[in-house]
């Protein structure tokens, strides 16, 4: 069976690199997608979620915010704002991130909060806690 490469890069550079990965599933504003060796070269935006690589026939599971993939037939590039494996979520602190999110949320009917931005954190926040749930 041949394999594709995966590589995640942040702002701050590559935080995952891996050369032989039997499938991998992301998240795009259009659906899930699975991309193996030999894919048709694609471009697509992510939305917040997770990315599934199979590797040697084990999963690992990175929690990633918005941004962009590139599909060539023999790699894939990720480009997202940041990039968490499962096994390195912080969930109490994630779960105060989401429960910050939720108090603004209920406050923005009263006061002058930017609802965008406390939406996006908390669907990062709920994003961690259910990748993290593959540790």
Not at 104 to 127: F, H, M, P, T
């Amino acid at each position: 069976m041949s394999t594709i490469a995966l590589d995640v890069v942040t702002p701050n550079g590559s935080v995952f690199s891996e050369e032989d990965c039997d499938i991998i599933i992301l998240q795009t504003k259009q659906g899930e997608l699975g991309v193996m060796a030999g894919h048709v070269p694609t471009v697509a935006a992510l939305k917040i979620g997770s990315l599934r690589a199979k590797i040697g026939g084990q999963y690992e599971y990175m929690a990633v915010t918005e941004g962009f993939v590139e599909i060539r037939s023999e790699k894939v590039t990720v480009l997202v704002q940041a990039g968490e494996f499962a096994q390195d979520i912080d969930t109490d602190r994630a779960i105060a991130a989401r429960d910050r999110a939720e108090a603004l949320l209920q406050q923005s009917q009263d006061e002058k909060v930017d609802r965008y931005r406390a939406e996006l954190a908390l669907n990062r926040a709920i994003n961690r806690l259910d990748v993290s749930k593959h540790k």
